[in-house]
């Protein structure tokens, strides 16, 4: 894939950029299209999560991708594009957020962009094989709500929309390519594990399934599933809303996992 292959589509207001563009996919829209939005209605995050922001004070976004790899290997989608937006902050806002797993963008501990990827295997309109993925972010520009932080707080100049996007596409369009092969899914995740602000930290992981991990983020294993010390050993946790724990709580966590966490 090229930047020339993007086919941006454009809304003052939509319901949901991924939800337009699912729609899209299962109509048999191929791999490149993009939809912006000034504002969602009915925007969401992670597990269904209710999420809405003031009109046009954000990059709100959803690029549609068509792999061909093995459902365990889409979360290199979310990565790919996460990598691509991050880099486009560093370019145009002079700072590189790093990746908060599994889906955020985080300048220090503050959220400044979320990564929300979704995907039919059934839509067709792809090479035999692929699936339809589709991967929206939300990136705060001057919008700062409670917890978090935008661009505007950290660059020099402000950020304008339409040039993040483009950074974002011209840096995604060759990573989008190396999503088709092993090796190029490979240097994603390695890439990932560079830029992952998670690993190394002390965590509270709320899981999917209702429970809690809390222990020392060791490594993204190759399923790009959070491996997490605990007291009673590593635990592999594949979705889940993380914590990374302040200095207060992590002494006592450490004290309890010892010197070598």
């Given amino acids: ?121 059934a839509a067709p309109g792809g090479r035999p094989g692929s699936v339809a993925v589709v991967v929206g972010v939300g990136c705060n520009l001057d919008w700062q709500p409670p917890g978090a932080t935008s661009l505007a707080a950290h660059a020099k100049a402000p950020v304008g929309r339409d040039e993040l996007l483009e950074a974002m596409l ?31 930290r002390i965590v509270r992981v709320e899981t999917a399934a209702g429970g809690a991990v809390t222990g020392v983020a060791r490594e993204l294993d190759g399923d790009g599933r959070l491996v997490v010390a605990t007291a009673a050993g590593d635990v592999a946790v594949a979705a889940g809303d993380v914590a990374h724990l302040r200095p207060a709580a992590s002494q006592a966590v450490q004290a309890a996992h010892g010197p070598d966490g």
């Fill in 170 to 200: 011209g840096g995604l369009a060759e990573r989008a390519a190396l999503l088709d092969t092993g090796a190029g899914r490979r240097a994603t995740l390695a890439e990932l594990r560079g830029r992952c602000a998670t690993l190394g």
């Fill in 1 to 121: 894939m090229t930047a020339a292959t993007w086919d941006v589509r454009r809304f003052t207001t939509v319901p949901s950029t991924n939800d337009w563009l699912l729609e899209r996919a299962r109509e048999g829209a191929p791999a490149g299209v993009v939809a912006v939005a000034d504002h969602q209605s009915a925007g969401r995050g992670r597990m269904g999560r209710r999420w809405e922001a003031p009109p046009g004070r954000c990059l709100l976004v959803s690029v549609l991708l068509r792999p061909v790899a093995p459902v365990a290997e889409l979360f290199t989608c979310t990565a790919a594009v996460a990598l691509a937006t991050s880099d486009a902050c560093r370019l145009l806002a002079g700072v590189q957020p790093g990746v908060k797993w599994p889906n955020d963008l985080v300048i220090g501990d503050e959220k400044v962009a979320g990564v929300l990827a979704e995907s039919d295997g």
